[in-house]
């Protein structure tokens, strides 16, 4: 499956305020563009074994922009933007063992690259289900994931101000853990 997407994010505030005959205006835009292209590839070595991989490619273009000026003319040519560039390759492979055990198990390399700097992180996922019986489970998932991308929110200011701006080598990439157990039973009612 090849896959090409390009998504716009725009979002646009303006506030005016007088205060003494002068007149005070704010701006406010934040734009995100991304130009994607993936390919996912699946295959199916036999009826219980599913194996999944791919790779992914996009181009961030931000617009972070915060303007305050005594009249109400903008000239946003001088905007700055910043360019990333964010790929990763992943495999995935969904097992089932027996009737009562199944997993699903992958890995995921991300690569990020923002001016000179570059990171490369790797994501880990483990889903594991042990089936006591029919309608009786227990699952364990384990999963690693990388956040490339920062928003920015002063809610004190009374406007939505949300800024959405890319990872540095000043502001790292967000990493998160998620260990996860339950057991689960389905309750089966019968007419």
Same mark, same amino acid.
């Given at each position: 499956n090849l896959s090409a997407i390009y998504s716009i994010y725009n979002f646009d505030v303006t506030a005016t305020e007088t205060n003494n005959k002068e007149v005070f205006t704010l701006k406010l835009f934040s734009g995100i563009n991304d130009a994607t292209v993936k390919y996912d590839f699946e295959f199916l070595p036999n009826p219980r074994h599913h194996l999944r991989a791919g790779l992914m490619s996009?181009?961030?273009? $931000?617009?972070? %922009?915060a303007v305050t000026v005594k009249d109400a003319n903008f000239n946003l040519s001088n905007?700055?933007? $910043?360019? =990333?560039?964010? #790929? =990763? !390759?992943? !495999?995935?492979?969904?097992?089932e063992m027996n009737s009562k055990i199944?997993? @699903? =198990?992958?890995?995921? *390399?991300? @690569?990020?690259?923002?001016?000179? +700097?570059? $990171?490369?992180?790797?994501?880990?996922r *483990? @889903?594991?289900?042990?089936l006591i019986k029919p309608d009786l489970s227990f699952k364990f998932g384990y999963s690693?994931?990388?956040?490339? !991308?920062? !928003?920015? #929110? @002063? +809610?004190?200011?009374? *406007?939505? +101000?949300?800024?959405? &701006?890319? =990872?540095? %080598? *000043? &502001?790292k990439p967000q990493t998160s853990q998620q260990i996860a157990g339950k057991h689960c039973f389905a309750l089966q009612v019968k007419n």
């Open positions: 996009t181009y961030h273009t $931000f617009t972070p %922009q905007t700055k933007k $910043f360019y =990333a560039l964010e #790929s =990763a !390759l992943y !495999l995935e492979d969904d097992y199944k997993m @699903n =198990a992958g890995l995921r *390399l991300t @690569n990020y690259i923002v001016g000179q +700097t570059v $990171f490369t992180k790797p994501e880990p *483990l @889903n594991f289900r042990y690693t994931m990388n956040q490339y !991308l920062h !928003l920015i #929110s @002063n +809610t004190g200011a009374g *406007l939505p +101000t949300d800024l959405w &701006v890319p =990872a540095t %080598q *000043l &502001v």
